[in-house]
């Protein structure tokens, strides 16, 4: 027998089968590869029907359970001539861990870039969803339809000259000396043979793309630009028959229900359809939160569900800090009244509270970035379109704002300069309409927080506050007697 092997296209079909039943994607998840003792590249000719060594085609059979390795493999055939891409680089494509449902989307994407040949696809939606593990699960699926594969993560560093010598490097060996090096360039090799570029991690502050993008859209080549990003980018607001989106959201129950199953829950605990609807389905979070209720809570889902609170990991918390900075004083003041509501508030209602009268046009331009970077929620309340956070969100924007309050204080006590209130002056943190000041949790925040910085000093200090306030125009104290005045009430 000779020693290599290459898989029959109906072996593959079974392995395809074998590595869904373990929320497997075909070449992205590190353990498949790892658990084989070969490399992703391996995987990859694998999948490709080229052929690899006996060992390794073996071992990546038994990797997903497949033992009856002879029935995977085309023995017979040994004058095959080997599938290649072209042009094959994504080595910058992250690991995943697995891959679960997505089913429909895939089905659309495929039919958007294979069935309408679509030119740019931009997949959006909030930190976690599964925007570059879907990207992923498709690059795996179509893949041999294209001659050339490239994937790039934007990191916020890289220059454009430096995105677009690395892209160009991998076609040098067709390089055309009558064509700058620039975008034209790139367009020129996309027009000679169908290539998927994938663009993975956009964000708002790196508008030196936005061009860039925006004419690979509007070139005539035959390739295809999948983009993912938080935020629904300018760049394709007037859609064409070959310019398409798609905003992600969380994982349906059935496929959340899997995610845990593969992480060592039965999927029939009770509490699980509400853990699930409490972090919205988003894969990522959902993943960071197991580790939890099984290390602290023995897997117990309901006790943690008892302690009323949203964990989340370091990762996803950095990126919705990074992001939630990169938002103007009305976006994140915005944010701040969603947060201090809890519950959804209408247009009309939102702009009461606002301290300073603004253009409602102006307003309405901030909701809509907000709903762009799928940060807010949208309810019908009575007839009107209401707005609040997703819990991740809300829990991100509560502990910003406490953090805030309390370096305003800080401020404040150094100081002695009133003006040092910001948001303790633009907004009253005691949700309206609420006569339960115990239990209102960002006050609750905020004065354990002082508690433990000032201890018994805290009562006397924010009284020396509001003496600062005597004689003060409405317009300068704004809300910051009553933020004062209502800790104060709960040292008492």
Same mark, same amino acid.
């Given at each position: 027998?000779?020693?290599?092997?290459?898989?029959?296209?109906?072996?593959?079909?079974?392995?395809?089968?074998?590595?869904?039943?373990?929320?497997?994607?075909?070449?992205?998840?590190?353990?498949?590869?790892?658990?084989?003792?070969?490399?992703?590249?391996?995987?990859?000719?694998?999948?490709?029907?080229?052929?690899?060594?006996?060992?390794?085609?073996?071992?990546?059979?038994?990797?997903?359970?497949?033992?009856?390795?002879?029935?995977?493999?085309?023995?017979?055939?040994?004058?095959?001539?080997?599938?290649?891409?072209?042009?094959?680089?994504?080595?910058?494509?992250?690991?995943?861990?697995?891959?679960?449902?997505?089913?429909?989307?895939?089905?659309?994407?495929?039919?958007?870039?294979?069935?309408?040949?679509?030119?740019?696809?931009?997949?959006?939606?909030?930190?976690?969803?599964?925007?570059?593990?879907?990207?992923?699960?498709?690059?795996?699926?179509?893949? *041999?339809?294209?001659?050339?594969?490239?994937? =790039?993560?934007?990191?916020? /560093? %890289?220059? +454009? @000259?430096?995105? #677009?010598?690395?892209?160009?490097?991998?076609?040098?060996?067709?390089?055309?000396?009558?064509?700058?090096?620039?975008?034209?360039?790139?367009?020129?090799?996309?027009?000679?043979?169908?290539?998927?570029?994938?663009?993975?991690?956009?964000?708002?502050?790196?508008?030196?793309?936005?061009?860039?993008?925006?004419?690979?859209?509007?070139?005539?080549?035959?390739?295809?630009?999948?983009?993912?990003?938080?935020?629904?980018?300018?760049?394709?607001?007037?859609?064409?028959?070959?310019?398409?989106?798609?905003?992600?959201?969380?994982?349906?129950?059935?496929?959340?229900?899997?995610?845990?199953?593969?992480?060592?829950?039965?999927?029939?605990?009770?509490? *699980?359809?509400?853990?699930?609807?409490?972090? =919205?389905?988003?894969?990522? /979070? %959902?993943? +960071? @939160?197991?580790? #939890?209720?099984?290390?602290?809570?023995?897997?117990?889902?309901?006790?943690?569900?008892?302690?009323?609170?949203?964990?989340?990991?370091?990762?996803?918390?950095?990126?919705?800090?990074?992001?939630?900075?990169?938002?103007?004083?009305?976006?994140?003041?915005?944010?701040?009244?969603?947060?201090?509501?809890?519950?959804?508030?209408?247009?009309?209602?939102?702009?009461?509270?606002?301290?300073?009268?603004?253009?409602?046009?102006?307003?309405?331009?901030?909701?809509?970035?907000?709903?762009?970077?799928?940060?807010?929620?949208?309810?019908?309340?009575?007839?009107?379109?209401?707005?609040?956070?997703?819990?991740?969100?809300?829990?991100?924007?509560?502990?910003?704002?406490?953090?805030?309050?309390?370096?305003?204080?800080?401020?404040?006590?150094?100081?002695?300069?009133?003006?040092?209130?910001?948001?303790?002056?633009?907004?009253?943190?005691?949700?309206?309409?609420?006569?339960?000041?115990?239990?209102?949790?960002?006050?609750?925040?905020?004065?354990?927080?002082?508690?433990?910085?000032?201890?018994?000093?805290?009562?006397?200090?924010?009284?020396?506050?509001?003496?600062?306030?005597?004689?003060?125009?409405?317009?300068?104290?704004?809300?910051?007697?009553?933020?004062?005045?209502?800790?104060?009430?709960?040292?008492?």
């Amino acid at each position: 027998m000779s020693n290599s092997l290459k898989a029959s296209t109906t072996g593959l079909v079974i392995v395809d089968k074998a590595r869904k039943r373990l929320g497997w994607t075909k070449t992205s998840t590190a353990r498949w590869w790892q658990d084989a003792h070969t490399s992703r590249a391996t995987l990859r000719r694998f999948w490709q029907g080229d052929r690899i060594q006996q060992e390794i085609f073996i071992a990546i059979c038994q990797a997903v359970g497949i033992n009856d390795w002879q029935s995977i493999a085309d023995i017979p055939n040994a004058d095959f001539e080997e599938l290649s891409t072209q042009y094959l680089d994504w080595d910058e494509a992250p690991d995943i861990e697995s891959f679960y449902g997505r089913n429909q989307e895939l089905t659309q994407l495929e039919e958007w870039i294979v069935g309408d040949r679509c030119k740019l696809i931009i997949i959006t939606g909030i930190a976690g969803i599964g925007k570059t593990s879907l990207a992923l699960a498709l690059a795996d699926r179509l893949q *041999l339809q294209f001659d050339g594969l490239i994937w =790039r993560s934007l990191d916020s /560093a %890289l220059s +454009l @000259v430096s995105l #677009l010598d690395g892209l160009l490097n991998i076609f040098e060996e067709t390089a055309v000396d009558d064509i700058p090096q620039d975008t034209a360039t790139l367009i020129h090799h996309l027009q000679q043979r169908r290539c998927l570029l994938i663009l993975d991690g956009l964000n708002e502050s790196q508008k030196h793309y936005h061009q860039f993008i925006l004419q690979l859209s509007r070139a005539h080549h035959q390739g295809c630009i999948l983009l993912t990003s938080r935020e629904q980018a300018n760049i394709i607001e007037s859609k064409t028959k070959t310019v398409r989106s798609l905003t992600l959201t969380g994982l349906a129950k059935a496929e959340a229900v899997e995610l845990f199953q593969g992480r060592g829950f039965t999927g029939k605990e009770i509490g *699980l359809s509400t853990l699930i609807q409490l972090y =919205r389905g988003n894969p990522l /979070a %959902l993943k +960071l @939160v197991t580790p #939890l209720i099984q290390s602290v809570f023995g897997g117990n889902i309901g006790a943690f569900l008892s302690q009323n609170t949203i964990v989340i990991g370091d990762r996803l918390r950095a990126i919705f800090k990074q992001q939630f900075k990169q938002l103007c004083d009305l976006e994140q003041n915005i944010l701040y009244w969603l947060a201090i509501w809890q519950q959804p508030i209408s247009f009309s209602r939102l702009q009461t509270h606002l301290l300073i009268s603004l253009d409602p046009a102006t307003i309405l331009d901030a909701i809509v970035s907000l709903e762009r970077r799928s940060l807010l929620e949208k309810w019908i309340c009575s007839g009107e379109p209401a707005f609040t956070l997703q819990p991740l969100v809300m829990k991100i924007v509560t502990d910003e704002l406490v953090e805030r309050a309390t370096q305003e204080i800080i401020q404040v006590m150094q100081s002695q300069d009133i003006s040092d209130f910001k948001v303790l002056r633009t907004h009253w943190l005691l949700r309206p309409g609420s006569d339960d000041i115990v239990g209102d949790r960002i006050l609750h925040q905020l004065h354990e927080k002082l508690w433990r910085i000032y201890n018994t000093n805290l009562g006397q200090m924010l009284e020396e506050f509001l003496v600062l306030l005597n004689d003060q125009s409405p317009l300068v104290i704004g809300y910051i007697t009553c933020n004062l005045t209502t800790i104060i009430n709960r040292l008492g």
